[in-house]
């Protein structure tokens, strides 16, 4: 079939490639949901030229899968924002990159998990120095509320999932290497969430579960601070994320992030080879930032 008669298709697949079928239409969509939004700020992320990025921009916006939002009138130029179609690319993204990791750029084995000088980690120590940007994630009530907390630190530990009993789990959980241990991991950073507090960090726990299956953990195991789900895959499409698919979605691997007060990043732990040390090593990456700072 040729590219002009994809749109005539009859086939979703096909009428979805007539949209974002080239690589660097999707590369744009990439770094959009990352928080990129203006157009210099684009072609630096991508490498992208100029022209093909203009006409990319333009073929995106009548699409209807980004919107154009005025930030200068003199002279006029504009930010480049998903629309509900463009986050309804986020998935495709989240997937994309899964796949890639596992059957590319690893050897195709299912994991939760990754080696210290793998790919994988080389990337998320890349995140040091950037920002996460402005998002809502559902809380245990429903209420979109931002990941970074309001407080000097964050201590933002993303996990696979954790539930309230052992047949709520995916079929096989205990068999993916890095993906058992989230009860232990949560009782860690309850019993260490005051000595934090008393440094100035709040702690915050992101999963892909929905929130009233968090809600159900956080009573279970009276947890005294916020879980928040990323059921859209907003934050794992911002930030990259390592994920991985098991019981018919995609998870967080497990990851931990110190976020200051401006939302950039200053620490990250990945691996995580041990959930129950998992509070203890972030302990001692805030106290080492802490000492830093004088």
């Known amino acids: 079939m040729r590219h002009a008669q994809l749109s005539e298709s009859d086939c979703a697949i096909a009428q979805a490639l007539a949209v974002v079928g080239d690589w ?30 203009a006409r990319r921009l333009v073929s995106l916006v009548e ?4 919107e154009k939002r005025l930030y200068s009138v003199r002279p006029p130029r504009f ?55 402005p998002l809502r994630l559902r809380d245990t009530s429903g209420r979109p509320r931002d990941p970074v907390a309001d407080a000097p630190w964050t201590l933002l530990y993303c996990y696979p999932g954790a ?10 959980w205990n068999g993916i ?14 019993e260490r969430a005051a000595g934090l507090a008393s440094r100035g960090a709040r702690v915050v726990g992101v999963s892909t579960q929905r929130p ?15 879980l928040l789900s990323d059921q859209e895959l907003e934050l794992a499409a911002a930030l990259r994320l390592p994920t991985f698919r098991a019981g018919g979605g995609e998870r967080l691997k497990r990851v931990t992030l110190l976020v200051d007060e ?18 203890a090593e972030a302990l001692r990456l805030l106290e080492a930032e802490l000492a830093a700072a004088g």
């Open 24 to 53: 660097w239409s999707l590369l744009v969509v990439r770094d959009i949901a990352g928080g990129v939004h203006r157009f210099d700020d684009l072609r630096d992320e991508s490498g992208i030229s100029r022209k093909v990025l």
């Open 63 to 66: 699409r209807g899968i980004l």
């Open 79 to 133: 930010e480049y924002h998903l629309t509900p179609s463009g986050r309804g690319l986020i998935p495709v993204l989240v997937a994309l990159q899964d796949w890639g990791s596992r059957f590319l750029l690893g050897d195709g084995a299912l994991t939760a998990t990754a080696e210290p000088a793998s790919f994988e980690a080389r990337r998320l120590r890349r995140l040091v120095g950037t920002k996460i940007p």
């Open 163 to 172: 539930y309230t009993a052992a047949a709520a789990y995916p079929p096989g």
């Open 177 to 190: 290497p890095g993906a058992a241990g989230c009860t232990l991991e949560a009782n860690g950073f309850r």
């Open 212 to 226: 009233d299956e968090q809600a159900a953990f956080m009573r279970k195991q009276r947890l005294p601070f916020v």
């Open 262 to 279: 401006t939302r950039e990043i200053r620490g990250v732990l990945y691996p995580v080879p041990d959930p129950a040390a998992a509070a």
